[in-house]
């Protein structure tokens, strides 16, 4: 199993520029999570899905923030226009809560460091 | 008040050593708990989860939730180098249908 896989790994932008990053999540799995990661805010979740469907987008932060999930093996994050402020790691994570199975946590990808210049 | 706090540390102690890492949390709703590890430049990596108080024990490593005091802890006993990383503790209401909230992570340093 390959795990989540993230891409890019690294993404430099400049400020106004869209930035798109792309998710592929565990296959037969769920749910699919994208977070943020920054030293004074932690983990923040942005938006999940559950079978392709969004469920919970409250933590996006604004409309300059979109995620859409066309089917269960690819989800993208797209951030336009790009701000200095949107510089952080972000996560994709995906899930399986299975019944029985004792699964309560997430696998997360590697994340995609973007800075915004 | 925030509903996870966590100590960012960092948090220094000779190999060998017992380590305690700690949260508190603030909603009473929450009852499954779950310690993730992550290396830097890593996505966290599941650790140890439990369900409501208690102990649980995986090796060297023993998680604990007090849920009259809305406190957790994992511990480390015997500590390894490989050990340091960041600890961030994590919990959810229902499990399933549910986000889990993280805390913002303990630095953890095990001096050879």
């Known amino acids: 199993d390959a795990g989540v896989i993230q891409s890019p790994r690294h993404e430099v932008t400049e400020m106004g520029q869209e930035v798109t990053l792309r998710c592929k999540p565990i296959?037969?799995?769920?749910?699919l999570f994208w977070y943020r990661q920054t030293m004074m805010r932690g983990l923040e979740l942005l938006i999940y899905?559950?079978?392709?469907?969004?469920i919970d987008d409250s933590g996006m932060p604004e409309d300059r923030f979109s995620a859409k999930m066309p089917n269960a093996s690819f989800s993208t994050l797209k951030i336009q226009p790009s701000e200095p402020r949107d510089s952080a790691v972000y996560f994709c994570?995906?899930?399986?809560w299975g019944r029985g199975t004792g699964n309560y946590g997430y696998t997360f990808g590697s994340g995609t460091r973007l800075t915004v210049v | 008040q925030k509903e996870v706090e966590q100590d960012p540390g960092p948090l220094s102690v000779p190999e060998g050593a017992i380590v305690s890492l700690n949260c508190t949390y603030s909603?009473?709703?929450?009852?499954?708990f779950m310690w993730y590890r992550q290396y830097s430049r890593k996505g966290p990596e599941l650790l140890m989860y439990?369900?409501?108080?208690g102990n649980k024990e995986d090796g060297r490593f023993t998680a604990q939730v007090d849920k009259s005091s809305k406190y957790i802890s994992l511990f480390i006993r015997d500590s390894q180098p490989s050990d340091s990383a960041t600890y961030l503790c994590?919990?959810?209401?229902?499990?399933?249908?549910?986000?889990?909230?993280f805390g913002k992570g303990t630095r953890l340093h095990i001096l050879p």
């Open positions: 439990t369900y409501s108080s």
């Open positions: 909603n009473s709703a929450f009852q499954y």
């Open positions: 899905f559950n079978n392709n469907v969004p």
């Open positions: 296959s037969g799995h769920d749910y």
């Open positions: 994570a995906s899930s399986f």
């Open positions: 994590a919990m959810t209401r229902r499990g399933r249908d549910d986000k889990i909230i």
